[in-house]
């Protein structure tokens, strides 16, 4: 089986996520990621709050998925 990376960048929700509803719908190992790449946000680099947002927003994610039986990736660096 091949498995199905889910890139979750902006939209950090579980319900009415198309690329999360589309991975489960090939049937195979769905592997749900985020990469923090900051450097690379230009002039729009978070400031403070919206590092505790994030923070948050990753906290309860993961926390919804465990409660599915996953787990969320979390990477820090180059998206490439």
Known sequence: MNATI????????????????????????????YVWSPD????WAPGGASKVWLHDSLILLEASLRAIGSRLLIRCGSAL
């Not at 890139?7 to 592997?31: C, E, K, S, T, Y």
Request: proline residues 9%.
């Open 6 to 33: 889910v890139w979750f960048r902006q939209d950090l929700r579980l319900a009415d996520n198309p690329a999360l509803h589309a991975a489960i719908d090939r049937d195979g190992p769905v592997i749900p990621l």
């Open 40 to 43: 690379e946000e230009g002039e």
